[in-house]
């Protein structure tokens, strides 16, 4: 905590001396969210002069038209804004972020998905540690949440990636550890990216893997938890589920790619084992899996009783709520000087929830197993991104205009999983 108080307490250059930053905003399919990030964008406190933003937009659609109104609409009032829009999505999101990095100069670059809204200050309070530290590669802030408390999916989120950027982050980049870049809400310097390869289209986790690459190259890192930058959370269960496919898939095709060099490298064997353990980490819910078959056979052989199996099964389920809700806790408090946190309040209200995400977690194991199987026998798929609706903070009725990539829900409302009525009567007053 001093450590980024410290950080951040560094001084800018007067104005006229400030480097010249560029802001990418990839987006694919979501052009009804574009002029809210510009609108974002605009109000920064920055030099006018010397501040450019990118819209990468893959959109395939009517979106495409969107976008190009914002960026049309926001030029013409000022704003220093290109617009790329490329005839195929070769490479995907890392592809365009690529793309973007080819045809600009500035030696700084802000990544915010289309979703995220960063505050006025966010360059002014993000920029010093890097201006002050020629070996930071990047600088990452806290991702937050605007529809948090939509439904109980969203809340299930909070409570799970609250851990991630409250804990875990703040955790490696205070001990120095390996720090993974979140892909939206930091700023890169670009003489890092270029020295560690540049973005690479081989992983459905290019965030993940360049800044593995780059830390592994030997710059460092630097996580701003105090500085946060709020987004859209998926609200259905089922996207959900497509978006932790994609993000368990693309660690182990990161491990994939990047263990075998890691264990090459000379390196103290602990950041060997980090390493290992941190990229290696979703591939374990292939061996969780694969515990079912081997209790089933056990029982059926006779070598193992239900009387054996039950508490064995008990005890670790009440390990799992007991660790996740510690940590919940945890981050709730680590949080609350920051934010007035009106989700997921109160005891019973924080345990339902947390035996929900074990359920969420349970739902999705099998796509899960599934993707990071795929990534180590090398079976490639495509990067499919979140839906963003965009219509609960910062947004108009022309964000129903831009129709989501992912087709609409299926006619007769969401089909309710079994799983939620088991958690119903823990999760109420988590709903409110």
Excluded at 193 to 213: F, H, K, M, P, V
Excluded at 242 to 263: D, E, H, M, S, V
Excluded at 387 to 407: I, N
Aim: aromatic fraction near 10%; hydrophobic fraction near 45%.
């Amino acid at each position: 905590m001093m450590r980024e108080r410290e950080q951040l307490s560094l001084p800018l250059p007067p104005d006229a001396e400030l480097p010249a930053v560029l802001i990418q905003i990839p987006t694919f399919n979501e052009g009804a969210l574009v002029r809210r990030t510009l609108a974002a964008a605009m109000a920064l406190d920055w030099p006018r002069d010397r501040l450019q933003v990118q819209v990468l937009d893959d959109s395939t659609n009517e979106n495409a038209e969107l976008a190009r109104e914002a960026v049309a609409e926001f030029r013409s009032n000022g704003l220093d804004v290109l617009l790329l829009q490329r005839t195929n999505r070769a490479g995907f999101k890392a592809g365009a972020l690529k793309a973007g990095l080819e045809c600009s100069y500035q030696p700084y670059i802000a990544l915010f998905d289309v979703d995220y809204i960063p505050p006025a200050d966010f360059l002014r309070r993000c920029m010093p540690p890097l201006i002050g530290d020629p070996d930071l590669a990047f600088v990452q802030a806290r991702c937050d949440f605007l529809n948090a408390a939509q439904n109980r999916v969203t809340r299930a989120q909070q409570v799970m990636l609250e851990s991630h950027f409250a804990v875990e982050q703040p955790a490696r980049s205070w001990a120095g550890r390996i720090l993974p870049f979140n892909g939206t809400c930091g700023i890169w310097r670009r003489s890092a990216i270029e020295t560690a390869g540049g973005w690479q289209t081989n992983t459905l986790t290019e965030d993940l893997d360049l800044s593995y690459r780059a830390q592994l190259a030997g710059w460092r890192s630097l996580y701003l938890y105090t500085i946060g930058v709020p987004g859209e959370l998926p609200d259905t269960l089922r996207v959900w589920r497509n978006q932790q496919f994609r993000w368990n898939k693309g660690y182990a095709q990161t491990a994939r790619k990047l263990i075998p060099r890691i264990w090459r490298m000379k390196l103290p064997l602990e950041r060997k084992i980090e390493a290992f353990l941190h990229l290696g980490g979703p591939s374990f819910a292939v061996l969780k899996i694969a515990e079912t078959p081997l209790w089933a056979t056990n029982i059926g052989l006779g070598t193992c009783s239900w009387i054996i199996l039950l508490p064995i099964m008990a005890f670790g389920f009440l390990q799992g709520i007991a660790g996740s809700l510690a940590i919940a806790y945890m981050s709730k408090s680590i949080l609350r000087p920051l934010r007035d946190d009106p989700v997921n309040r109160g005891f019973w209200g924080l345990l339902g929830i947390t035996i929900f995400t074990i359920g969420m977690h349970s739902y999705a194991g099998a796509m899960t197993a599934r993707g990071v199987l795929q990534a180590l026998i090398g079976r490639d798929s495509a990067f499919v991104r979140t839906p963003k609706r965009g219509t609960l903070v910062g947004s108009d009725s022309a964000a129903s205009r831009g129709r989501p990539f992912e087709d609409r829900p299926r006619s007769g409302g969401p089909r309710r999983h079994p799983l939620s009525r088991m958690v119903r009567r823990f999760s109420k007053r988590a709903l409110g």
